[in-house]
């Protein structure tokens, strides 16, 4: 799996878009992007997913760059139950039953 | 939706003694499940692949004797700590997929051996 580089750590005001990068300069043309997130002492939580096109739900919005070498998790109005390690995944295909390779992730802090 | 519900949510034990986890695909039936650990403020580490039926694989440096997986059947998973030492005290998380749904991972155990 493609190895992802995100940032150690972001703070972000309450209300505000919250706008989480990361560089997966390596991905491959079958490997998709996951985003996931923990809050403190749970097990993550499923956030979005993608493969080339920009993807929205109820959680965020994904933004894939054209090449595919980076990409954009959006939290559009982040709440204090917003703050939490934000893991940005690659791997080679969206089901199956291959692995899931966690970074180290960017702790995102909500502001009041 | 997809559930995975993992059991205790923490446990304490005497150093020497064994520990066992559950993890239990609700809804669905998964013919495989992930553990993994995190110590404080480091990410998830994988451990092991554990596989309905078969024997489990183990990621590199993980003692297959010590951490030892059963997965009898399509809807439950558990890791055994066997011989728990306080260095063993981590937080342990699995992990199913359901496709469609992705990756569910369960709440976590948080081990403390004393």
């Known amino acids: 799996d493609a190895k992802t580089t995100q940032p150690t750590s972001m703070d972000c005001a309450e209300g505000r878009a919250a706008n989480l990068p990361c560089n997966h300069s390596t991905i491959s043309g079958n490997e998709y992007v996951y985003w996931y997130r923990q809050i403190h002492s749970q097990g993550p939580q499923y956030i979005i997913h993608?493969?080339?096109n920009n993807e929205t739900n109820e959680m965020a919005s994904l933004i894939i760059t054209e090449d595919r070498k980076s990409s954009t998790l959006i939290l559009p109005h982040a709440t204090l139950r917003d703050t939490a390690v934000y893991y940005c995944?690659?791997?080679?295909?969206?089901?199956?039953?291959?692995?899931?390779?966690f970074g180290t992730g960017t702790r995102l802090t909500i502001i009041p | 939706g997809a559930v995975v519900s993992q059991h205790p949510s923490r446990v304490i034990c005497k150093s020497g003694t064994s520990v066992k986890i559950e993890c239990r695909s609700l809804?669905?039936?998964?013919?495989?499940m992930f553990w993994y650990r995190q110590f404080p403020k480091q990410s998830l580490m994988l451990m092991a692949t554990?596989?309905?039926?078969?024997?489990?694989?183990?990621e590199q440096g993980v003692e297959k004797d010590k951490f030892l997986i059963n997965h009898a059947s399509l809807t439950l998973s558990t890791l055994t700590v066997t011989s728990a030492h306080p260095e063993d005290s981590s937080f342990y998380i699995c992990?199913?997929?359901?496709?469609?749904?992705?990756?569910?991972f369960g709440s976590g155990t948080r081990l403390t051996v004393v």
């Open positions: 809804d669905f039936q998964a013919t495989t």
């Open positions: 992990s199913a997929n359901r496709d469609s749904y992705g990756y569910t």
């Open positions: 993608g493969l080339k």
């Open positions: 995944i690659v791997r080679s295909r969206a089901f199956g039953n291959e692995k899931l390779t």
């Open positions: 554990s596989n309905e039926g078969s024997k489990a694989t183990y």
